[in-house]
């Protein structure tokens, strides 16, 4: 079972960046592969970056390429995602989610989200 909890999101205007944290806690969390997704309002779920458990390394989704950097910190159980040029089409829910699998294609464990809102 693993718990996770996000933060550091908030309101922004354009152009600035944030840096969100996805802590987690239960057993041997830096296994896990953990990503970074986002949900606007009146859209789907979409996926912005992972990083995979024992040291497997990121991936990103092409839109996000050169806007965000997500990053591990396993002695702080804490998985970051770095976002920069934030534009009032960023505004979200943004999420973290964890699984065992190296690339999952279901994540089996979400944390509650953390809004971010950018304004013009």
């Known amino acids: 079972q693993v718990h996770l909890v996000e933060s550091g999101g908030g309101l922004v205007q354009a152009g600035e960046s944030l840096r969100l944290s996805c802590v987690g806690s239960?057993?041997?969390?830096?296994?896990?592969?953990v990503g970074w997704f986002r949900q606007a309002p009146n859209k789907g779920r979409e996926f912005i970056a992972a990083f995979s458990g024992s040291g497997g390394g990121s991936t990103y989704a092409d839109s996000f390429k050169g806007r965000a950097t997500i990053s591990r910190d396993n002695a702080r159980d804490t998985v970051y995602l770095q976002m920069n040029g934030l534009k009032p089409e960023d505004t979200a829910v943004y999420s973290c989610?964890?699984?065992?699998?190296?690339?999952?294609?279901?994540?089996?464990?979400w944390g509650q989200g953390t809004q971010v809102t950018v304004s013009a």
């Open positions: 239960g057993r041997a969390f830096r296994r896990y592969t």
């Open positions: 989610a964890a699984d065992q699998s190296l690339t999952p294609t279901r994540y089996a464990y």
